[in-house]
């Protein structure tokens, strides 16, 4: 069908660019070829995983640095813990700026550390926003009677 | 999946679990490989999961360690591998690593996003045979049945020398014939099969019934192998002792120069841990702190732990080899016991010399034995002092105060000699998981100074606790337990059979059931506690040896402070020598048992003392040891005992609370 085509076209362009563009990396694709008929949602259901957890470790991120003195080594662990999860799914950008945060951390530099939270939530959220639209995206196909495309 | 393959293979033959898995066919191998994952990280842990089952792999996922943990020891042989994370809240995934691979001997998998060196260095000390960096790739999962079939070779090639060596060379020959993609597997893929072969053609030979935990028959380092053994690193020096060298020097004929290694492997981390962990100030943290090495030390340790205390004349000979013998005998339980006993001993034992583990007293302990000389060989990491300490302790035994250093030191005395029996206690280990009564090594009480003096207290308490908290097999725990109890309280006689009474209230319980347990073992007249009404009837009893200063009184507030404060182990330990005792047809006092049974309910979760006892208590009470609750005084070896006595316990009950089968020196961490 034409719909179905036209929306298969469109999403396989927005998955090119967000690869592209840096947001995804290979991990991604590695979630995708996880998913099969016995997990269908397979890679919705880690997203969103992926989501609720970063929403937590960003709050306690920004507690952590807001106390009056800052136990860096907490701050570090949360980190630690968000590029492990960002890393898992593929958001490579998150990742990346968690490095830096690491290292500010390391340094116990507070003004690096709070802007590389702010670097970090930014790039999370824009990661988050790409991924639902690719998400409705697929619910489009779907809806339409399509398949969904696998990106090779 | 293969889920359903993995089922299939576990009944099919009735072996280990792991036995079955590689009988599969090999068309499907190595699908139906269980493996445990265990990663805080919500969406890490999914796609792990997710993709060990692309791998048909049967897989089990949990988000704390502690809970893994305890479905390891639950399932002894439910669990084909570990993957673990290393940054976890609840537990240090290193200290995870280190409490399977001594409890449960299986292999370790850690993986992190953090690459850096060191800590990959550390996934490579405390035992890791793999380490991931995160992500995870499919591909790196899809190779990791490699290692099971590795340690299995590893196993099976270090369990009795006297296995036909012969089939083994025959087919170490064989060429890889499987084709594996992965570099990491090539080595071992081909080699499971003939290594497959090999192991079932072994098991068919090989006892069956041996310690669940494992099929092959494996070294066993008795408490003169392992006195022999220490004294060879001595003498070449901690740095230089090479496994070559020290089987020169041990000249032991059917030794092999890979059990040498392994056992050097298990040692040298134990000494590590004991470096760690005498660092610890006394006091009841302090217990958990080194805990989770002293668990490891322990474990690892059992033999030298149990010898050196035996050495230093604390411990009755026969309560070393007893708790060597859980050691040793323990397949899956690797030392983690230990820890427990250790930790208690701390509590136990506030006593003067927290620290002494190996009393330079060797000749009280040694009456009987040459474990004296192990002391000699093992406090590389000790410090001389302590050794003196624990020396003089054992003196003062007769008192059997339960202070808490000379208990702790007694204990520790009577930990070390309970390894002596070696064959009684793989017996023992054997059972422990059945709950049976603990066969395993009941302290020898060979030495009657040791037995009774310092440790009684520090046992009594100890034991109490951790039967209490076994709940499972009581005896086992109990036996395990009470051996180390008993020497305090029962004097050396009475020490000698029971397991470890831990004094508190079981110590007339535990006493008897430790004594049932360490019949084999005591070779004096142990007066069973029969009827002990309470602990300190015990104590009277112990007064013989002069260990330190025991302080029975001690014991008695120990007793109540155990039965106030604890929640859990402890009650759990008194739990279980009572139920010991009852078992063993002494129904005598119970008024303890009752307020153990009650506080028993309490702890509900406490570990028993079998090695899980110990062990789990090292994580989860990182500062609430019972043995805080017990003795608030610091402990010395704590550590050592503790992990003496999680050995001593695991060799009971084992069971599926506490999953631990019984000690084998062999998994001495080193």
């Given at each position: 069908?034409?719909?179905?085509?036209?929306?298969?076209?469109?999403?396989?362009?927005?998955?090119?660019?967000?690869?592209?563009?840096?947001?995804?990396?290979?991990?991604?694709?590695?979630?995708?070829?996880?998913?099969?008929?016995?997990?269908?949602?397979?890679?919705?259901?880690?997203?969103?995983?992926?989501?609720?957890?970063?929403?937590?470790?960003?709050?306690?991120?920004?507690?952590?640095?807001?106390?009056?003195?800052?136990?860096?080594?907490?701050?570090?662990?949360?980190?630690?813990?968000?590029?492990?999860?960002?890393?898992?799914?593929?958001?490579?950008?998150?990742?990346?700026?968690?490095?830096?945060?690491?290292?500010?951390?390391?340094?116990?530099?507070?003004?690096?550390?709070?802007?590389?939270?702010?670097?970090?939530?930014?790039?999370?959220?824009?990661?988050?926003?790409?991924?639902?639209?690719?998400?409705?995206?697929?619910?489009?196909?779907?809806?339409?009677?399509?398949?969904?495309?696998?990106?090779? | 999946?293969?889920?359903?393959?993995?089922?299939?293979?576990?009944?099919?033959?009735?072996?280990?679990?792991?036995?079955?898995?590689?009988?599969?066919?090999?068309?499907?191998?190595?699908?139906?490989?269980?493996?445990?994952?265990?990663?805080?990280?919500?969406?890490?842990?999914?796609?792990?999961?997710?993709?060990?089952?692309?791998?048909?792999?049967?897989?089990?996922?949990?988000?704390?360690?502690?809970?893994?943990?305890?479905?390891?020891?639950?399932?002894?042989?439910?669990?084909?591998?570990?993957?673990?994370?290393?940054?976890?809240?609840?537990?240090?995934?290193?200290?995870?690593?280190?409490?399977?691979?001594?409890?449960?001997?299986?292999?370790?998998?850690?993986?992190?996003?953090?690459?850096?060196?060191?800590?990959?260095?550390?996934?490579?000390?405390?035992?890791?045979?793999?380490?991931?960096?995160?992500?995870?790739?499919?591909?790196?999962?899809?190779?990791?049945?490699?290692?099971?079939?590795?340690?299995?070779?590893?196993?099976?090639?270090?369990?009795?020398?006297?296995?036909?060596?012969?089939?083994?060379?025959?087919?170490?020959?064989?060429?890889?014939?499987?084709?594996?993609?992965?570099?990491?597997?090539?080595?071992?893929?081909?080699?499971?099969?003939?290594?497959?072969?090999?192991?079932?053609?072994?098991?068919?030979?090989?006892?069956?019934?041996?310690?669940?935990?494992?099929?092959?028959?494996?070294?066993?380092?008795?408490?003169?192998?392992?006195?022999?053994?220490?004294?060879?690193?001595?003498?070449?020096?901690?740095?230089?002792?090479?496994?070559?060298?020290?089987?020169?020097?041990?000249?032991?004929?059917?030794?092999?120069?890979?059990?040498?290694?392994?056992?050097?492997?298990?040692?040298?981390?134990?000494?590590?841990?004991?470096?760690?962990?005498?660092?610890?100030?006394?006091?009841?943290?302090?217990?958990?702190?080194?805990?989770?090495?002293?668990?490891?030390?322990?474990?690892?340790?059992?033999?030298?732990?149990?010898?050196?205390?035996?050495?230093?004349?604390?411990?009755?000979?026969?309560?070393?080899?007893?708790?060597?013998?859980?050691?040793?005998?323990?397949?899956?339980?690797?030392?983690?016991?230990?820890?427990?006993?250790?930790?208690?001993?701390?509590?136990?034992?506030?006593?003067?010399?927290?620290?002494?583990?190996?009393?330079?007293?060797?000749?009280?302990?040694?009456?009987?034995?040459?474990?004296?000389?192990?002391?000699?060989?093992?406090?590389?990491?000790?410090?001389?002092?302590?050794?003196?300490?624990?020396?003089?302790?054992?003196?003062?035994?007769?008192?059997?105060?339960?202070?808490?250093?000379?208990?702790?030191?007694?204990?520790?005395?009577?930990?070390?000699?309970?390894?002596?029996?070696?064959?009684?206690?793989?017996?023992?280990?054997?059972?422990?998981?059945?709950?049976?009564?603990?066969?395993?090594?009941?302290?020898?009480?060979?030495?009657?100074?040791?037995?009774?003096?310092?440790?009684?207290?520090?046992?009594?308490?100890?034991?109490?606790?951790?039967?209490?908290?076994?709940?499972?097999?009581?005896?086992?725990?109990?036996?395990?337990?009470?051996?180390?109890?008993?020497?305090?309280?029962?004097?050396?006689?009475?020490?000698?059979?029971?397991?470890?009474?831990?004094?508190?209230?079981?110590?007339?319980?535990?006493?008897?059931?430790?004594?049932?347990?360490?019949?084999?073992?005591?070779?004096?007249?142990?007066?069973?506690?029969?009827?002990?009404?309470?602990?300190?009837?015990?104590?009277?009893?112990?007064?013989?040896?002069?260990?330190?200063?025991?302080?029975?009184?001690?014991?008695?507030?120990?007793?109540?402070?155990?039965?106030?404060?604890?929640?859990?182990?402890?009650?759990?330990?008194?739990?279980?020598?009572?139920?010991?005792?009852?078992?063993?047809?002494?129904?005598?006092?119970?008024?303890?048992?009752?307020?153990?049974?009650?506080?028993r309910e309490e702890s509900g979760n406490v570990n028993p003392m079998g090695g899980n006892f110990l062990t789990v208590k090292a994580e989860q009470l990182p500062d609430a040891s019972y043995q805080n609750n017990f003795f608030p005084d610091q402990f010395g070896q704590d550590d050592l005992m503790s992990a003496l006595l999680k050995q001593q316990e695991s060799?009971?009950?084992?069971?599926?609370?506490?999953?631990?089968?019984?000690?084998?020196?062999?998994?001495?961490?080193?």
């Amino acid at each position: 069908m034409e719909i179905v085509g036209k929306l298969q076209n469109r999403f396989m362009e927005f998955m090119r660019s967000l690869y592209r563009e840096g947001f995804l990396d290979d991990q991604f694709l590695q979630l995708q070829k996880l998913q099969d008929e016995s997990n269908p949602d397979f890679v919705v259901e880690v997203v969103s995983l992926f989501f609720e957890d970063s929403e937590k470790l960003l709050n306690n991120l920004a507690m952590a640095l807001q106390q009056q003195v800052v136990d860096y080594k907490q701050v570090d662990a949360h980190v630690h813990q968000f590029k492990g999860s960002s890393s898992s799914i593929g958001a490579q950008r998150v990742k990346n700026a968690c490095v830096a945060f690491r290292n500010f951390c390391e340094e116990k530099n507070l003004e690096g550390c709070m802007q590389c939270l702010q670097h970090a939530k930014h790039e999370y959220f824009l990661v988050k926003n790409k991924l639902e639209t690719l998400f409705r995206l697929e619910q489009q196909i779907l809806a339409a009677g399509g398949t969904v495309p696998v990106l090779s | 999946m293969n889920l359903g393959v993995g089922s299939v293979v576990k009944n099919m033959s009735g072996a280990s679990c792991s036995v079955s898995w590689k009988s599969n066919d090999n068309n499907q191998f190595p699908a139906g490989l269980r493996v445990l994952v265990v990663d805080d990280d919500p969406t890490c842990l999914r796609i792990l999961e997710k993709m060990l089952r692309n791998c048909h792999y049967e897989v089990t996922k949990s988000n704390r360690a502690e809970i893994a943990l305890s479905l390891l020891r639950e399932n002894r042989n439910g669990f084909d591998i570990v993957i673990s994370d290393v940054h976890m809240p609840d537990m240090d995934g290193f200290k995870l690593l280190e409490h399977v691979g001594l409890e449960m001997d299986l292999p370790v998998i850690m993986m992190s996003a953090d690459d850096s060196k060191d800590v990959v260095m550390k996934g490579v000390t405390h035992g890791a045979c793999d380490y991931l960096i995160k992500p995870v790739r499919i591909e790196a999962l899809k190779n990791i049945w490699q290692h099971v079939i590795r340690k299995k070779k590893h196993e099976w090639k270090d369990k009795d020398f006297d296995q036909s060596a012969t089939a083994e060379e025959g087919d170490r020959q064989q060429k890889p014939s499987e084709d594996v993609d992965y570099s990491s597997s090539a080595n071992e893929g081909g080699n499971w099969k003939s290594s497959k072969r090999r192991k079932e053609e072994e098991d068919e030979t090989e006892e069956r019934d041996d310690s669940s935990s494992l099929k092959k028959p494996r070294v066993v380092w008795s408490v003169e192998l392992h006195q022999q053994f220490v004294q060879a690193v001595n003498q070449l020096g901690i740095d230089k002792a090479v496994p070559k060298k020290i089987l020169e020097l041990m000249n032991v004929p059917g030794l092999t120069r890979e059990n040498v290694a392994s056992h050097l492997q298990k040692y040298r981390l134990y000494l590590r841990r004991l470096s760690g962990v005498s660092q610890h100030p006394s006091g009841l943290n302090n217990s958990f702190m080194g805990h989770p090495e002293a668990t490891y030390g322990m474990s690892s340790f059992n033999g030298l732990e149990l010898q050196a205390l035996a050495a230093t004349g604390q411990l009755p000979a026969q309560s070393l080899a007893t708790l060597q013998a859980a050691a040793l005998g323990r397949s899956a339980t690797k030392g983690a016991t230990l820890s427990m006993p250790l930790v208690d001993q701390r509590n136990i034992f506030s006593f003067e010399n927290p620290k002494l583990r190996f009393p330079e007293g060797q000749q009280q302990l040694n009456n009987s034995n040459k474990q004296i000389n192990l002391l000699h060989g093992i406090p590389t990491t000790m410090e001389p002092k302590q050794l003196a300490d624990l020396h003089q302790s054992s003196q003062s035994f007769g008192a059997m105060n339960m202070q808490g250093n000379s208990r702790v030191q007694q204990n520790n005395a009577l930990l070390m000699h309970m390894p002596q029996q070696q064959p009684s206690r793989a017996q023992m280990l054997n059972e422990t998981n059945n709950g049976s009564q603990v066969s395993r090594p009941p302290l020898t009480m060979s030495q009657q100074s040791l037995s009774s003096n310092g440790i009684p207290g520090a046992l009594l308490s100890r034991s109490g606790g951790i039967v209490a908290n076994v709940r499972g097999p009581v005896h086992s725990p109990v036996s395990q337990a009470s051996p180390i109890v008993d020497f305090s309280l029962n004097q050396n006689t009475e020490l000698q059979n029971n397991s470890f009474p831990l004094v508190r209230s079981n110590s007339g319980m535990s006493t008897m059931t430790s004594k049932r347990m360490l019949q084999e073992e005591v070779n004096s007249d142990i007066k069973r506690s029969r009827g002990f009404p309470s602990g300190y009837n015990m104590f009277d009893e112990l007064h013989q040896q002069k260990s330190q200063d025991w302080g029975l009184s001690g014991v008695g507030s120990t007793f109540d402070a155990i039965t106030g404060t604890l929640d859990v182990s402890p009650s759990m330990l008194v739990q279980q020598g009572i139920s010991s005792m009852k078992r063993n047809g002494q129904n005598g006092s119970s008024p303890i048992s009752n307020a153990f049974s009650s506080s028993r309910e309490e702890s509900g979760n406490v570990n028993p003392m079998g090695g899980n006892f110990l062990t789990v208590k090292a994580e989860q009470l990182p500062d609430a040891s019972y043995q805080n609750n017990f003795f608030p005084d610091q402990f010395g070896q704590d550590d050592l005992m503790s992990a003496l006595l999680k050995q001593q316990e695991s060799v009971g009950p084992v069971e599926s609370e506490f999953g631990f089968d019984g000690y084998a020196l062999d998994n001495l961490p080193v």
